[in-house]
């Protein structure tokens, strides 16, 4: 039933917006539901086709959908945009190689729940408004190109390190999507990038991941290692460079300056970290067994890797530090 004072265009844009940051939401931008152009299409097929997805298949399908985003939804003529601060602070020293550490945005609950319940919600505000909008939300679960979106809806820039950073706040922050079938005002302006001739987050990777500007390779990278290789054993030279990461890696984050000097901690308190961990204890994650594993990180992003993965990243991480107090030792 269509509302006898329905809203303009503008009016429910603005409502969207300002519901939108009421909702957690610390930034909002949205475009048009268009395919990617030529450029942006063929930089993610370079990246494929060096093989940087190591053995991520499923970056490789659906490559169609990836670049065009409304065919997610039939119908889909909006993309709005969001970012939600997940960063809290380390309760050890982040430089430490030998003390164990799980990657921020998995120490509370999965984001996947969070985001995409909080689009919902937006979703079902506006549909009071105009009962007739039909939408999706989507947060890292679908064939969808989050971060150039984000540019584009001038959410922030490219870091050097391959993850977004929004002006005057930095880089802890999840993505999300919503879908609509409705004409909205879109944003026009993007963001400049304000990395300059800053290389810390470059410099600063154990393993030489950031290859060049913008571009990781997921075959040297530490998050990729611990979290989504499937394989028995991680290899030596992933190993020797763990510093004691054992799910995910925040090192590039971690030196930015722009997260050094803008960055605050989140105020969802589903992101704030379980108490298992605030600081990984060796003995503690090594005694969990499946039941237990199962509790403690229920609805966690940790629970992808599974208690046999979680225990040969621990394995490799204890292996490296003695490669790291041995240099010279032969494997």
């Not at 039933?1 to 809203?7: E, L």
């Not at 390779?217 to 510093?243: F, M, V």
């Not at 590039?252 to 600081?279: G, H, L, M, Y």
């Given at each position: 039933?269509?509302?006898?004072?329905?809203?303009?265009?503008t009016q429910l844009t603005a409502?969207?917006?300002?519901?939108?940051?009421?909702?957690?939401?610390?930034?909002?931008?949205?475009?048009?539901?268009?395919?990617?152009?030529?450029?942006?299409?063929?930089?993610?097929?370079?990246?494929?086709?060096?093989?940087?997805?190591?053995?991520?298949?499923?970056?490789?399908?659906?490559?169609?959908?990836?670049?065009?985003?409304?065919?997610?939804?039939?119908?889909?003529?909006?993309?709005?945009?969001?970012?939600?601060?997940?960063?809290?602070?380390?309760?050890?020293?982040?430089?430490?190689?030998?003390?164990?550490?799980?990657?921020?945005?998995?120490?509370?609950?999965?984001?996947?729940?969070?985001?995409?319940?909080?689009?919902?919600?937006?979703?079902?505000?506006?549909?009071?408004?105009?009962?007739?909008?039909?939408?999706?939300?989507?947060?890292?679960?679908?064939?969808?190109?989050?971060?150039?979106?984000?540019?584009?809806?001038?959410?922030?820039?490219?870091?050097?390190?391959?993850?977004?950073?929004?002006?005057?706040?930095?880089?802890?922050?999840?993505?999300?999507?919503?879908?609509?079938?409705?004409?909205?005002?879109?944003?026009?302006?993007?963001?400049?990038?304000?990395?300059?001739?800053?290389?810390?987050?470059?410099?600063?990777?154990?393993?030489?991941?950031?290859?060049?500007?913008?571009?990781?390779?997921?075959?040297?990278?530490?998050?990729?290692?611990?979290?989504?290789?499937?394989?028995?054993?991680?290899?030596?030279?992933?190993?020797?460079?763990?510093?004691?990461?054992?799910?995910?890696?925040?090192?590039?984050?971690?030196?930015?300056?722009?997260?050094?000097?803008?960055?605050?901690?989140?105020?969802?308190?589903?992101?704030?970290?379980?108490?298992?961990?605030?600081?990984?204890?060796?003995?503690?994650?090594?005694?969990?067994?499946?039941?237990?594993?199962?509790?403690?990180?229920?609805?966690?992003?940790?629970?992808?890797?599974?208690?046999?993965?979680?225990?040969?990243?621990?394995?490799?991480?204890?292996?490296?530090?003695?490669?790291?107090?041995?240099?010279?030792?032969e494997s």
């Open positions: 039933m269509i509302p006898s004072n329905p809203m303009n265009k409502l969207l917006r300002q519901t939108a940051l009421e909702l957690g939401f610390a930034k909002v931008g949205i475009v048009a539901a268009e395919p990617f152009l030529f450029g942006e299409g063929e930089r993610l097929k370079a990246w494929l086709s060096l093989g940087y997805q190591a053995e991520m298949a499923w970056m490789v399908t659906h490559l169609e959908k990836r670049l065009d985003p409304a065919s997610l939804m039939e119908g889909t003529k909006s993309i709005v945009c969001v970012a939600m601060n997940y960063y809290t602070p380390d309760e050890y020293d982040a430089t430490d190689p030998v003390a164990l550490k799980i990657a921020k945005y998995a120490r509370g609950t999965d984001y996947h729940y969070v985001v995409k319940d909080r689009l919902k919600e937006l979703l079902a505000c506006l549909q009071t408004v105009a009962p007739g909008v039909q939408g999706r939300a989507l947060t890292d679960s679908a064939p969808i190109m989050e971060k150039p979106l984000a540019i584009k809806a001038g959410l922030g820039w490219m870091g050097k390190n391959g993850n977004l950073i929004l002006p005057g706040m930095g880089s802890w922050f999840f993505l999300g999507e919503l879908l609509l079938d409705v004409e909205l005002d879109y944003d026009a302006s993007t963001v400049p990038n304000h990395c300059g001739n800053c290389r810390r987050c470059i410099d600063a990777c154990p393993t030489d991941a950031i290859v060049e500007n913008g571009v990781v390779d997921a075959n040297r990278c530490l998050s990729y290692w611990t979290i989504e290789y499937k394989g028995e054993t991680l290899p030596e030279e992933i190993s020797r460079h763990q510093n004691g990461w054992i799910f995910g890696c925040d090192i590039c984050q971690d030196v930015c300056p722009w997260n050094i000097r803008f960055a605050k901690p989140t105020q969802e308190p589903a992101f704030q970290p379980r108490s298992i961990n605030r600081k990984p204890d060796t003995e503690e994650l090594i005694a969990l067994d499946e039941d237990a594993f199962r509790e403690h990180y229920r609805k966690s992003p940790v629970k992808r890797t599974k208690l046999h993965g979680l225990r040969r990243n621990i394995q490799s991480a204890l292996t490296g530090r003695e490669w790291a107090g041995n240099p010279d030792q």
